[in-house]
């Protein structure tokens, strides 16, 4: 069966989308992350779309889907990559993807996901250091 | 409006959804679309092209490459004889939605393109005919 690989990286799980999917594979993918977020204990999620020429409303659905479940297994997604006429094209088409992150490239994407990180540690940090409260 | 090259080709499954929308891009990159609006009719396309398969039980994508006076176009004309659509307005609307989707797909895919057109009786089947002019 096809499947759309997904990569570990330290507490991140990476996907890049390489190929024209048709909705079964997008909904693989779905059930795939979530089941691997779990698995693995894992705090970002990374979807590379650069390769994707278009997002119709269902892989648009599907995006959205995989963004609100990580957030509820406490994992936060970032999509990266889109292309300029993917974007203008999904917004005219009414999709804006809300409750989706969205970084210009995998590179930035990477340092959001760390940045949010860093900042919870931060915070923990702070709390461990004030039993005040 | 003239024809000057048609094809069709069957809208069975969710993988002749993968393969319509790579047909109309080749087309689409025939007649030197933009880039933006290959993607918008491609876009368009998907959305109509799942309609028939899920909605419609299956049917037809006829491409047709299209000139009117200077102006070149695609026309792309999807068929069903399915339980067509009861209220044409309603299903137009942003939000609406029978199945699983968003809601989006018609009236999506009607401002992605710049002619729209839909013939559908109930228990009869539907058409959708849309043009991209470039």
């Given at each position: 069966m096809d499947r759309i690989p997904i990569l570990k990286m330290g507490r991140f799980l990476l996907v890049t989308i390489q190929v024209d999917m048709h909705d079964r594979l997008a909904l693989t993918l779905q059930d795939d992350l979530t089941e691997r977020?779990?698995?693995?204990?894992?705090?970002?999620?990374?979807?590379?779309?650069?390769?994707?020429?278009?997002?119709?409303?269902?892989?648009?659905?599907?995006?959205?889907n995989i963004a609100a479940m990580s957030r509820v297994l406490d994992a936060?997604?970032?999509?990266?990559?889109?292309?300029p006429a993917v974007a203008i094209t999904l917004v005219e088409l009414g999709l804006t993807l809300p409750g989706v992150r969205t970084a210009l490239n995998v590179e930035r994407g990477m340092e959001l996901l760390q940045g949010e990180l860093d900042q919870e540690g931060l915070a923990t940090v702070e709390t461990d250091a004030d039993p005040q409260g | 409006m003239l024809i000057r090259k048609a094809d069709a080709r069957?809208?069975?499954?969710?993988?002749?959804?993968?393969?319509?929308?790579?047909?109309?891009?080749?087309?689409?990159?025939?007649?030197?679309?933009?880039?933006?609006?290959?993607?918008k009719l491609v876009t368009a396309a998907s959305e109509l092209a799942r309609n028939t398969v899920?909605?419609?039980?299956?049917?037809?994508?006829?491409?047709?490459?299209?000139?009117?006076?200077?102006r070149r176009g695609l026309?792309?004309?999807?068929?069903?004889?399915?339980?067509?659509?009861?209220?044409?307005?309603?299903?137009?609307?942003?939000?609406?939605t029978s199945g699983g989707?968003?809601?989006?797909?018609?009236?999506?895919?009607?401002?992605?393109?710049?002619?729209?057109?839909?013939?559908?009786?109930?228990?009869?089947?539907?058409?959708?005919?849309?043009?991209?002019?470039?």
């Open positions: 977020i779990v698995k693995d204990g894992t705090r970002g999620v990374l979807i590379d779309i650069s390769s994707l020429e278009i997002v119709d409303s269902f892989i648009g659905r599907v995006l959205g936060k997604t970032v999509v990266t990559g889109m292309q | 069957p809208l069975r499954n969710e993988d002749d959804v993968v393969f319509s929308r790579q047909a109309v891009r080749s087309w689409a990159v025939e007649i030197a679309l933009s880039l933006v609006d290959q993607t899920v909605y419609g039980g299956g049917g037809t994508l006829t491409l047709e490459q299209v000139e009117d006076g200077a026309r792309l004309v999807f068929e069903d004889q399915g339980p067509g659509i009861p209220d044409i307005e309603r299903a137009l609307q942003d939000g609406f989707g968003l809601g989006l797909g018609l009236g999506g895919a009607k401002r992605l393109v710049n002619e729209f057109h839909i013939d559908s009786r109930p228990g009869e089947g539907t058409r959708i005919t849309v043009v991209k002019w470039k």
